[in-house]
């Protein structure tokens, strides 16, 4: 029999190093985690650093300017928020593929509501909302309760539901919401720049905040924790980064000053916040998030356990639709209207790009939603850079396909590496 | 009937009532009568190895026990109380566990939150992660486990004796009454067979009632204090170990009876494996094939 490794090393990262070496023990930690395939963020921190590097150099005056910068947020919004909802989806092991033609058909269902029937915009958007989460109950009655398998199920309704689009927006016709202002402003108006500042500093401090009391009540409670400077590190890499793209965002931006101010942190990143913050602790701090890793860790230990798969499996099919809705709402506004494209062509392929690049596994129970915003923004980077570089189309798919692969094959070595290394 | 008697002498002599009493339990499935009229006791502080061969009903027995697959009839009693188990919720409340041989731990879960698996503790929504770890930690420590580096380890990362540790640890956690344990050892090595029979006994010296399912006389020896032994879904045997021989409980697990102890003749003959039997000579009367002649 082979000597359990994990006895052996239990001897050395002993908590008991002194301050000097918390910082080190910390490093030790984290790169022996990153070498047994769990890498978390890191790749796609890498990608996107890289990315944003490479465009950087080719194209110094337009991939770094302002007014691109906030261009690659409204861009990549939608896709972020399908991705978000993925997760949910990818953690039960279970695939949406009607994601996308989710959001475009919540978002013309918002768009009818807006302009043919003249309801106010919040009426739209519960509407909007109100068809997601529908068609996630409709998908997840399907496959937790029939069993039906989620393949199958979401291609008829990626099928099924571009149908529904079409019927409800009239054969090649588009609905356009130009109108609806509040509509317009989700994913194209900025805060003011006092308004950004604020939410900035917010909320730099509540991380900092909930970081640092989380340390305290658990040393307090005689448990273990990690040192004051290690959690000092982690608030400072949140905090210079969301600093910095407040900063960034909060220049004049427009290119015809005299005609137009362009400035402050655009509106859509207040949603894409409240969304990862709000989803990040349904996940990780409670018992709902605690029974969707199990379930995609092992649906039988979980059923064993009491828990009610089928019911997890069902709510997590709605959260997803429900935020495809909210990714609709977002290519609706930024589009102004809505077509029959709306939710379709490859923004269903870039949300699982997105998902599976952020570090999300195909292979079920691992995956964070902070995954679906960093790989959604790798998405958008290769998308917008290469658009700049005057590519034509024919690259672009053939690069972001790569880039998948790339991710998908990370996927799979880390978690060959986490099985001969003992850690999933 | 012997078991009866049996288990009369035992109560008699320890002096404690029984935590858990199945009576005459019958169970099928479909036409297959896989128990007939088992009686089990099951005493705190005690360790009940169930042996069999396959397809005794001993994965059937503790199914029926956990509420899984509830038995068709006979009594059920815990703590003297007649009680019906029909979901492994309600076999949970009274305070029995199961420990599956299949583990059923979450592999991408830490400790903590395995053993906390669909009971976690919460505080006004959110997860109780410091009450879920010290209790982890003092479950751990109370049943001498040292080997476990951190409770935040991820199960993945654990040997198969530290999981069937933590898998034994969750059936503890809850202040349960009876631990019924699924041959535990089945895919463990010599060292850690050792280390989870000491569990076991543990186990039973904190005063639960364990019920062990093993395939290995050698470790119903070394822990268990009384051998039930299942023949053809009928209870052979309830016998304390220190009055059976191994030859005799492999005796009893092959044939049902050894001497004096198991099954009578008279039990054994309505027990026939092939029911049917009587009816072959029909097929072959003469009678019969008189009767086709054209």
Redesign the interface.
């Known amino acids: 029999m082979t000597a359990p490794p994990v006895e052996a090393s239990a001897a050395e990262g002993s908590p008991s190093a002194g301050p000097s070496g918390a910082v080190g023990s910390a490093m030790r930690d984290y790169v022996v985690r990153v070498r047994g395939g769990d890498a978390g963020s890191l790749p796609a921190v890498l990608g996107l650093l890289v990315l944003v590097v490479v465009f950087s150099v080719l194209k110094p005056s337009t991939f770094t300017n302002a007014l691109n910068f906030s261009n690659l947020i409204h861009q990549s919004a939608a896709v972020i928020v399908i991705a978000m909802g993925l997760v949910f989806v990818l953690l039960l092991g279970e695939i949406d593929l009607a994601a996308g033609y989710t959001a475009g058909t919540a978002a013309a269902v918002m768009g009818i509501f807006a302009t043919q029937r003249g309801w106010p915009w919040w009426v739209a958007i519960l509407g909007c909302l109100v068809t997601g989460a529908v068609i996630g109950l409709f998908i997840g009655l399907l496959v937790a309760r029939l069993g039906i398998p989620s393949f199958v199920v979401t291609l008829a309704m990626f099928l099924g539901l571009q149908g529904v689009l079409l019927k409800l927006i009239g054969e090649g016709g588009t609905v356009s919401i130009r109108e609806s202002t509040e509509l317009i402003a989700i994913n194209n108006e900025d805060l003011p720049v006092t308004l950004g500042w604020i939410l900035a500093v917010l909320t730099v401090a509540a991380y900092a905040y909930v970081t640092l009391r989380r340390a305290t009540l658990r040393r307090a409670g005689g448990l273990q924790s990690p040192p004051n400077v290690v959690l000092l590190g982690k608030i400072v890499l949140v905090a210079v980064p969301v600093l910095a793209a407040t900063a960034y965002l909060s220049i004049e931006r427009s290119p015809r000053v005299d005609r137009v101010s362009i400035k402050g942190v655009p509106v859509v990143v207040v949603i894409l916040l409240v969304l990862l913050v709000g989803l990040s602790f349904l996940l990780t701090r409670t018992a709902f998030g605690s029974h969707v890793y199990a379930v995609g860790g092992n649906a039988e230990a979980a059923r064993r356990a009491g828990i009610n798969v089928s019911q997890v499996k069902l709510t997590c099919f709605v959260i997803g639709a429900t935020l495809a809705a909210i990714g609709g709402i977002m290519l609706a506004s930024r589009n102004n209207s809505i077509s029959p494209n709306t939710g379709g062509a490859s923004t269903l392929l870039y949300a699982v790009g997105a998902a599976v690049i952020g570090g999300t596994s195909l292979f079920s129970g691992k995956g964070r939603v902070i995954d679906a915003v960093l790989g959604g923004l790798v998405i958008a980077v290769i998308i917008n850079g290469m658009g700049l570089l005057n590519q034509p189309s024919s690259t672009v798919y053939m690069v972001t396909g790569a880039v998948l692969l790339v991710a998908a094959s990370v996927d799979a070595i880390s978690r060959r590496r986490a099985a001969s290394t003992g850690r999933l | 009937m012997t078991t009866t008697t049996e288990s009369a002498t035992q109560q008699a002599v320890s002096g404690v009532a029984p935590v858990l009493t199945l009576r005459d339990i019958n169970k099928s499935f479909g036409p297959v009568h896989v128990l007939q009229g088992v009686d089990l006791d099951v005493y705190p502080g005690q360790v009940t190895a169930l042996v069999g061969d396959n397809g005794a009903g001993k994965s059937t027995l503790i199914k029926g026990i956990a509420g899984i697959h509830p038995f068709d009839s006979g009594d059920y009693t815990f703590d003297g109380v007649p009680v019906t188990v029909t979901n492994?919720?309600q076999a949970?409340a009274l305070g029995i566990e199961v420990v599956?041989q299949?583990?059923?731990?979450?592999?991408?879960?830490d400790i903590v939150?395995n053993l906390f698996?669909?009971?976690?503790l919460?505080h006004g929504?959110?997860?109780d992660e410091?009450?879920m770890?010290?209790r982890a930690t003092e479950t751990l420590a109370g049943l001498s486990v040292r080997?476990v580096?951190?409770v935040r380890?991820?199960v993945?990362?654990?040997?198969g004796?530290?999981r069937q540790t933590v898998a034994i640890a969750r059936s503890v956690i809850w202040n349960s009454r009876v631990v019924v344990l699924d041959e535990p050892t089945a895919a463990l090595?010599?060292?850690?067979t050792e280390q989870v029979l000491k569990l076991v006994r543990r186990l039973a010296d904190n005063g639960l009632g364990v019920v062990l399912i093993s395939h290995n006389l050698n470790d119903v020896f070394e822990v268990a204090d009384t051998v039930a032994v299942l023949y053809l879904g009928r209870m052979a045997a309830e016998v304390s170990v220190a009055d059976v021989t191994r030859n005799q409980v492999v005796e009893l697990i092959t044939s049902g009876r050894s001497g004096q102890i198991g099954l009578q003749t008279t039990d054994d003959a309505a027990a026939a494996p092939l029911p049917e039997l009587p009816a072959l000579p029909a097929l072959g009367d003469p009678t019969s094939a008189d009767g086709v002649t054209p």
């Open positions: 492994p919720k949970n599956y299949d583990l059923a731990l979450c592999d991408n879960l939150h698996l669909g009971r976690e919460t929504g959110r997860l410091a009450t770890e010290r080997t580096r951190s380890q991820h993945a990362s654990l040997s004796g530290q090595g010599v060292a850690q």
